[in-house]
C-alpha cells in the first residue's frame, strides 16, 4: 500500500499516498449537472478516476467513493451569473425539474455502464442535502467570513485570502487577476462587498422554479457549496482525495477549499487530481463550432469526423492510453490504431489461456523477463496511475506470450509458477484494474439488448393487433420482472431499464 505515487494539483509534486486512516480511503470526485447527456470528455474524466478507484481496492484499500449528481445551483456561468442550466431545459421543454434530473441521470447511469464504469459508494443529490447545505453557511457566516445581503448569502474572499493566505493555492491566481476578471461579470454584483465574492445562497427571483425556505429568503444554493457540504457529510471534514475535471480547479475547486476553511478552519482533501481535456482533432470540442462528438455517435459511427463505429471497451481502452493528467486528442487514426493494440491486447489474453508450463521447465532469462516486465507494469501504475506505461509494458508481454505460443520462445525457460503469475497478473491488469471487457461482451451487451428488445416490441405490437391480449400481457409481465419498461407514444414504443 505505501508504493503508491499521486500528483497532487495543490502542491504541484508527485506525493507518497498516505492515506489518513490506514487501509481506508475517502474519495469525492464532481459528478455530472444532469442537464443533458454526458460529455465524452465526462466520461474520460469518470473512467480516469474509475480506474483509481479499481487500483485502489486492488492494493487493498477499503475505498469510500462519493460522486455526487448536481441537480441544482449550477448556472449558465461557472460564476454567478444566468440561469440555472436545469430550471432552463425545465422550462424550454415543459418538464419540472425533476423530470429533466431524472432523464439525463438515467442516461448518465446507462453510459457508465456501457463503458464499465463502476457505480461510486454513494451518490448524493444536491437537492437532497439543502440541509446541510444551510447549515454550513450558517457555520461560515458565524466564522465571519460570509455575509446576508437582501436575501443572498456571499462568501467575503477578501477576507478569507487576508486571514488564510489559501485562496488562489490550487488554481495559481491571486486576488488581483480574479478582481480583473470578474468586475464586471457577476450576477448582483452591487450586493457584493467585492467583485470576487461568490453566492452560496442566492434569493430566488419569483420565476424560479427550484427554491426552499431557508433563514435568509426562499432561494437556492450555490453550485460551490453542494460538493463542501455533501463531502463533509460523507467523508468528514478532510479526507484523502478530491477529484474532478481539470476544468473545475477554479472557480469550483478553489471556492470549496475556501468554504471548507470558513466552516471549519481546515482543507477538505488532502491530494487533489485533477483530469485532463479529451480533444477533438487537435481542437477543443465545441458544438457551435461542428467540432464535436458524442458517445453513441462514437458506437455507431453516425458522425463525420470518423469513418466507422467503435466499440465501447475499444474507447475506454483508447482512454487509457493517455495519462489521465495530459489532454488526449480522439482522432479517426488515433482511434483505429487503439482498435489495433485493443484486439492485440486481448488475442494476447486468450493465447495466453492455451500456454501449459512443461514437466522439466527451467527458470532463465526469459523467465526473469517476465518477471520484470509484470514488476514494472504495477510500479507504473504505482506512479501516479500511469495507464500508458503499464499498457507498454502489458504489449511487451504480449510479444513473449505470442513468441511462446508460436514456438519462437522455449515455454521450457519458464517456470510453472511464473506462468501462472503472468496469468494472473494479466487478468488482474486487464480486466479488474483497466476495467476492460473481451469485445463480444463490451459491444453485444448493448446492440445485442437493444436488437433483442426491438424484436420483443414488434412480437408485443403484434400480438396487441390480433386482440391476443393474453400473450401482450405476458410479455409486459416478464418484462417488469426484468425491471425493463416499455412506454408508447405516437411515434412508436421504446424501452429502457429501470
Known amino acids: ?19 489518513i486512516h490506514e487501509g481506508y ?62 430550471a432552463k431545459k425545465a422550462r424550454l421543454e415543459r418538464l419540472e425539474p425533476m423530470e429533466v434530473v431524472q432523464r439525463y441521470t438515467n442516461g448518465f447511469h446507462d453510459m457508465m455502464r456501457i463503458f464499465n464504469v463502476l457505480p461510486p459508494s454513494i451518490e448524493p443529490h444536491a437537492t437532497q442535502h439543502i440541509i446541510e447545505q444551510i447549515e454550513m453557511v450558517q457555520r461560515i457566516i458565524d466564522n465571519g467570513y460570509a455575509y446576508e445581503q ?23 491566481r491571486v486576488l488581483e487577476e480574479l478582481i480583473a476578471e470578474s468586475r464586471d461579470n457577476l450576477k448582483k454584483q452591487d450586493e457584493k462587498r467585492h467583485p470576487a465574492d461568490f453566492a452560496l445562497w442566492m434569493k430566488a427571483s419569483p420565476e424560479h422554479l427550484m427554491r426552499w425556505n431557508s433563514p435568509w429568503s426562499v432561494g437556492f444554493p450555490g453550485w460551490h457549496l453542494e460538493c463542501s457540504a455533501m463531502s463533509t457529510k460523507y467523508l468528514g471534514e478532510t479526507f ?32 487533489w487530481i485533477h483530469a485532463n481535456m479529451l480533444l477533438l482533432n487537435g481542437k477543443k470540442m465545441s458544438k457551435s463550432d461542428g467540432n464535436s462528438i458524442s458517445p453513441e455517435q462514437l458506437f455507431t459511427g453516425n458522425s463525420p469526423h470518423i469513418s ?103 515455454i521450457a525457460e519458464v517456470s510453472e509458477n511464473t506462468l501462472n503469475r503472468l496469468k494472473q497478473g494479466m487478468y488482474d491488469l486487464i480486466f479488474t484494474i483497466f476495467g476492460l471487457q473481451e469485445e463480444a461482451s463490451a459491444n453485444g451487451d448493448y446492440q445485442v439488448l437493444d436488437g433483442l428488445m426491438q424484436l420483443i416490441i414488434e412480437m408485443r405490437h403484434d400480438a396487441r393487433a390480433r386482440k391476443d391480449w393474453a400473450a401482450s400481457d405476458r410479455i409486459r409481465d416478464v418484462l417488469k420482472e426484468l425491471r425493463i419498461q416499455l412506454k408508447d407514444s405516437k411515434e412508436g414504443t421504446t424501452w429502457s431499464k429501470e
Open 308 to 410: 466507422k463505429a467503435y466499440n465501447p471497451m475499444m474507447v475506454r481502452f483508447f482512454m487509457l492510453q493517455a495519462h489521465y493528467g495530459s489532454p488526449l486528442d480522439l482522432t479517426d487514426e488515433a482511434l483505429q490504431s487503439a482498435e489495433k493494440g485493443y484486439r492485440r491486447l486481448m488475442e494476447a489474453w486468450k493465447t495466453l489461456q492455451t500456454l501449459q508450463p512443461v514437466a522439466d521447465a527451467r527458470a532463465g532469462a526469459l523467465d526473469e523477463a517476465i518477471n520484470r516486465l509484470i514488476d514494472e507494469a504495477f510500479q507504473d501504475m504505482n506512479d501516479d496511475f500511469n495507464t500508458p506505461k503499464a499498457l507498454s509494458r502489458m504489449f511487451e508481454l504480449c510479444s513473449r506470450i505470442n513468441g511462446l505460443k508460436g514456438g519462437q520462445l522455449p
Open 240 to 271: 484523502d482525495i478530491h477529484g474532478g475535471g481539470n476544468d473545475l480547479k477554479f472557480p469550483h475547486h478553489e471556492n470549496e477549499i475556501a468554504q471548507n476553511y470558513g466552516a471549519c478552519n481546515c482543507t477538505p482533501a488532502r491530494y
Open 1 to 19: 500500500m505505501n508504493n503508491l505515487y499521486i500528483y497532487n494539483s495543490l502542491t504541484r509534486k508527485k506525493e507518497p499516498f498516505q492515506s
Open 25 to 86: 480511503v475517502g474519495m469525492y470526485v464532481c459528478g455530472p449537472t444532469v442537464y443533458s447527456d454526458v460529455h465524452l470528455g465526462n466520461c474520460r474524466t469518470f473512467i480516469s478516476f474509475d480506474v483509481m478507484f479499481r487500483y485502489l481496492q486492488y492494493l487493498g484499500y477499503k475505498v469510500r467513493y462519493i460522486r455526487n449528481i448536481t441537480d441544482v445551483g449550477h448556472l449558465e456561468s461557472d460564476a454567478d451569473t444566468g440561469e440555472d442550466k436545469i
Open 150 to 172: 437582501n436575501g443572498s448569502v456571499y462568501f467575503d474572499t477578501l477576507r478569507f485570502a487576508q486571514d488564510k493566505g489559501v485562496y488562489g493555492q490550487l488554481s495559481g
